[in-house]
């Protein structure tokens, strides 16, 4: 059974640019959650995509986008940059998690450094 | 609002137990999780506890839940400078986990 791998590890960007982040979630799962970490704080709940659609977003921006794919990866896109977006970001799988019966699975993060 | 808080520090020696504490606002939470992150590395699942449980068991962990108080805490047993690590409780919403801050772990030999 694969987990949950994203890509890149490590980015560097500059204010004003934009990025795109992507998550391959764990074999058997349909749902995949991101979140942001900033440095020294847990982690923020983006937005989670269930079947190719978005079924809940948190208090985040609309230059954070999202996009879940036929084979339930998934892809996380930051608009015009800023400062304070530096960051760890977090993808998260699961199965079914909207009946409330499965468990989130993290990857390692992809560290966004913005300049 | 939902909010999950959590003290920032814990020392303890090798050998001895450790004991993290949690509190929740969300009383319609069905699952909490405790998750270990260490340096520079994602979160690491240890386990959870549904909502209708007071106790459960894994290994050298033990979650106690206190539903009246909205009280979570996480006992490790026989703690090791492997477990230094920053752990975060989190409450589940309907799409979302809330976390904590975090509680930092330092295991000294």
């Known amino acids: 059974e694969t987990g949950v791998t994203q890509s890149p590890t490590h980015l560097i960007k500059t204010r004003g640019q934009q990025v795109t982040l992507r998550c391959s979630s764990q074999?058997?799962?349909?749902?995949v959650s991101w979140y942001q970490q900033a440095l020294g704080q847990g982690p923020q709940f983006i937005f989670q995509y269930y079947r190719e659609e978005e079924n809940g977003r948190g208090n985040f921006p609309p230059r954070f986008s999202g996009l879940q794919f036929p084979n339930y990866s998934s892809e996380l896109n930051v608009n015009a940059l800023e400062l304070d977006d530096s960051a760890l970001y977090l993808c998260?799988?699961?199965?079914?998690?909207?009946?409330?019966?499965?468990?989130?699975?993290f990857g390692p993060g992809t560290r966004l450094t913005v300049l | 609002g939902e909010d999950v808080e959590q003290s920032l520090f814990l020392s303890v020696r090798e050998g001895d137990s450790s004991v993290i504490n949690c509190t929740y606002t969300?009383?319609?939470?069905?699952?909490l999780y405790w998750y270990k992150q260490e340096p520079g590395a994602g979160l690491q699942l240890l386990t959870y506890?549904?909502?209708?449980?007071d106790m459960k068991q894994d290994q050298r962990l033990t979650v106690l839940l206190n539903k009246k108080d909205k009280h979570l805490s996480l006992r490790i047993a026989d703690t090791q400078t492997g477990d230094s690590a920053i752990y975060f409780c989190a409450e589940k919403g309907y799409s979302t986990l809330t976390f904590g801050k975090g509680t930092m772990l330092l295991v000294s030999p």
């Open positions: 074999s058997g799962h349909n749902t």
């Open positions: 506890i549904f909502s209708n449980m």
């Open positions: 969300d009383s319609s939470s069905t699952y």
């Open positions: 998260a799988s699961s199965f079914n998690y909207v009946t409330n019966t499965d468990t989130q699975y």
